[in-house]
Structure formats: C-alpha cells, structure tokens
C-alpha cells in the first residue's frame, strides 16, 4: 500500500542507511527486563532470552514502504507500537526523521499502520484514512480496534466540516467576483 503518506524503500538495499529504533528498543527491553519477553510468549532461560537475536528479528523491516513520522517517538510509544502492531520505528539520520516500517506481510495491515500513527501520534494521516480496512478487526482487535475506529469516524468528521467550510468560502467569493465583475462591466 504505497500512497502519499509513504516512501519506496528497498530494505534490503537501503537498509544500512537507517536505524532500526523500534528493535533496538526492544532488545534493551528484553535484556533488562527478560520476564518481558515471557510476555510476548518468548522463551527465557536462566533470566535470559532464548536466542534474542532470532527473536528481534521479528522487528525487522519486511515490506518496501516507510510511513512519514511527524513526531521523535518516546520509548513507551515505541514499545507500544512494536508489541501491538506489525510495525517497527526507522530512523534514518540523512534526514533527521522518523518513520514507520511494517514487519509483517501477505494480508491488509493498514489498521496496523493507522494503529500505529494513532499510539505514536494521537491522529492517522488523512491520506491513509480512506485506505484503511473497514472491516472489523482485520489485523487490529478488541479495544484497540475500537479506539482506531472512533478516530478515525473523528477525523472523517472534522475533514468533512473543513471541506464544508472551504466549499461555502468558495461559494462567496465567487460571488463576490461577480458582483465585482458585473459592477466593473457596467
């Protein structure tokens, strides 16, 4: 799903050029904290991680796309957004900017990617409003998917009474050019 809230990347090209935040985040998680990752269902071992890097790989990036952050995401959101989605956090230091990157594939993860803009940023871009799946927990489930819904029903509304708005503006100062015009012309 590439769209103007997203960049091509070719990861497996691309990818020394960035820093992987999200996975690095939850590594230091793991390894402070490896009841953590029993969590998440991970084995654990003599208060450690069974293989940890396999684990991580899990936040590694799978689809070429990056998804514009507006924000410098927090560790508490990062974290949030690593064990609920199918995201990681990119960071890509050429331009001093943040984005999102899916670690999963094969099915619609566009609730995840709306989820995810939700935790990080409290508002979906408007350009991935209209892509996400209606369908009720596709990818995103129970609270969550309630929470992403009525966000973005939210934002629908308020975009709807902007162009409203703009329309009506429109709609007087064309108007207002006629009798302008019409005066002019006398």
């Not at 050029?17 to 999200?22: D, L, P, S």
């Not at 890097?53 to 514009?68: F, I, T």
Request: proline share 3%; with cysteine; hydrophobic share 35%.
């Amino acid at each position: 799903m590439s769209s103007g809230y997203s960049i091509n990347v070719d990861w497996r090209e691309e990818f020394e050029e960035w820093e992987n935040i999200g996975r690095d985040v939850m590594r230091e998680l793991f390894e402070e904290h490896p009841e953590e990752a029993e969590k998440d269902g991970h084995d654990v071992e003599d208060g450690k991680v069974t293989y940890l890097d396999e684990v991580l790989d899990n936040y590694e990036p799978m689809m070429n796309y990056a998804y514009l952050l507006q924000c410098n995401p927090d560790r508490e959101k990062l974290l949030r957004v690593c064990r609920e989605t199918n995201l990681t956090v990119m960071y890509r230091e050429s331009e001093d900017e943040y984005y999102l990157a899916l670690t999963g594939g094969g099915m619609d993860l566009s609730q995840d990617i709306a989820r995810a803009y939700q935790i990080l940023e409290t508002w979906i871009p408007i350009a991935l409003i209209s892509e996400v799946s209606k369908q009720p927990e596709l990818s995103v489930h129970g609270k969550a998917w309630l929470e992403m819904a009525k966000q973005i029903q939210k934002q629908l509304k308020m975009e709807s009474d902007r162009l409203r708005e703009a329309r009506k503006q429109w709609g007087s100062n064309i108007q207002e050019y006629k009798i302008k015009a019409k005066s002019r012309a006398s």
